[in-house]
């Protein structure tokens, strides 16, 4: 019989059991911290009816859908959670109460390119705060709150939140008579921090911008000062365009809630560079970077939009959400070796049985678990060295050994494999 070789699709990750223990412990600390918010927890079907799930994609999106029948039903993959989350709202809209604040962990496939650091099938943990008709934009402020407490329990210090009004960039261009470039600039000067300026400007004269236009463009991205100064100076422009206006008002009210909210000046700041590149992003936007390590990227973004379900439902639904990409971040943390994958065992205590009778090691067994202490036992037929080994090789913190002795005298050893020390306890009431 011939052996078919074990390999894995590329762009999908498999972990070793002690990197999966830590990449579960980050992601118990991101949904820990969305709980302490009030979200709630929210799952969807991985697989969709194309027709819904492609509602509203286009372009590249729709070129990287996993998209397949199954009979008569033609079947899609859900590529993020925002879709899928439009698509809940809208059909549970009766029995809702809003604002709806949701939050879901879960795997989204994409069919990019495999390559270093990108995955085909990734974790996102998202949160959103969707409103009926209406929702006021001290939600807008409350989000950076929540990346902040997030980044902090992940043990960061040293990262800052970069806010900006997609209104204030596209009132410019209104002023500007380029308002029907306005989405298409947004994507360029999105990218200034890949591409550098030089290359922005080329990129503006390739769709015919004028080199005016270019300069007042380039002068507003590049507004420099404190957060405060910032704002003075936007607003010292004097740009008469009432969307331009609003969205500086809107921003100016952010930045005031968010230091309501407690985040430190150091981790906050106005970027008039954040453009985030996705269309429906209408108002406030984030991008999250942790400073020393600028390679890895946005490690948070996402922002406001006016109408989540337009494709779904007649009803105004806005809302504002975030986005942590779970899987790569994970893994370009692991490569620059900023987290330490060293806990090879979920086990707190590992019972070895010397004894053919396993009623007394189950018993002690379940009386540690009803205890919440993780306990394993040792149930296959092997020497004792051959255990202890078992123990020192996963670093198991502590061991019992339950031979006839034990089970006569009713009392325990609990040896504490780092330090080597044993204490004494009892098999009718166990303690580490």
């Known amino acids: 019989m011939n052996k078919i070789e074990p390999r894995t699709l590329p762009g999908f990750m498999e972990l070793m059991p002690n990197e999966q223990i830590l990449f579960e412990q980050i992601k118990e600390k991101i949904e820990r911290t969305y709980k302490k918010f009030g979200f709630l927890p929210l ?99 409350e989000l950076p709150s929540v990346i902040y407490t997030v980044f902090k329990e992940l043990g960061f210090d040293d990262f800052t939140i970069c806010m900006n009004n997609r209104k204030i960039l596209n009132g410019l261009f209104e002023s500007l008579e380029q308002k029907e470039n306005s989405v298409e600039i947004l994507r360029i000067i999105d990218k200034i921090e890949k591409i550098g300026k030089d290359a922005v400007i080329e990129e503006l004269q390739k769709i015919n911008i004028s080199r005016d236009s270019i300069e007042k463009i380039i002068d507003f991205i590049q507004i420099n000062g404190a957060t405060d100064e910032k704002i003075k100076r936007l607003q010292n422009l004097n740009i008469e365009n009432e969307t331009f206006k609003i969205g500086l ?17 150091q981790n906050f700041k106005v970027d008039l560079t954040i453009a985030r590149g996705l269309d429906y992003y209408t108002g406030t936007v984030y991008e999250t970077f942790l400073n020393q390590y600028r390679e890895l990227g946005s490690v948070c973004s996402g922002g406001r939009y006016e109408n989540l379900a337009e494709y779904y439902t007649d009803k105004k639904l806005p809302g504002v959400g975030i986005s942590i990409g779970l899987t790569r971040l994970f893994y370009k943390l692991n490569e620059l070796n900023l987290i330490n994958a060293n806990k090879k065992s979920i086990s707190d205590v590992l019972i070895v049985p010397m004894i053919e009778d396993m009623t007394v090691p189950i018993k002690v067994a379940n009386n540690l678990r009803n205890k919440g202490i993780n306990t394993e036992i040792f149930l296959n037929n ?46 009718e009431n166990p303690e580490l």
Do not use: H, W
Request: overall charge neutral; hydrophobic content about 35%.
């Open 43 to 141: 799952d969807t079907p991985v697989l969709e009816l194309s027709d819904v799930l492609l509602a509203k994609a286009g372009g590249e999106t729709e070129k990287q859908i996993y998209r397949f029948e199954k009979g008569d039903t033609d079947i899609s993959m859900r590529f993020d959670l925002t879709v899928p989350l439009a698509k809940y709202v809208a059909k549970n809209y009766g029995n809702l109460s809003f604002p709806f604040r949701r939050y879901q962990i879960g795997k989204v496939y994409r069919g990019e390119r495999a390559q270093k650091g990108r995955f085909r099938e990734f974790y996102q943990c998202d949160i959103d705060i969707i409103g009926d008709e209406e929702l006021s934009v001290i939600n807008d402020a």
């Open 249 to 265: 008002e809107e921003l100016t009210q952010v930045i005031k809630y968010v230091r309501s909210f407690g985040i430190p000046e």
């Open 382 to 427: 092997k020497k004792l060295k051959a255990k202890m080994k078992y123990a020192d090789k996963l670093e198991i913190p502590y061991v019992i050994v339950i031979g006839e002795d034990e089970v006569n005298s009713g009392v325990l050893k609990v040896k504490n494999m780092r330090t080597g020390e044993e204490k004494e306890t009892l098999i």
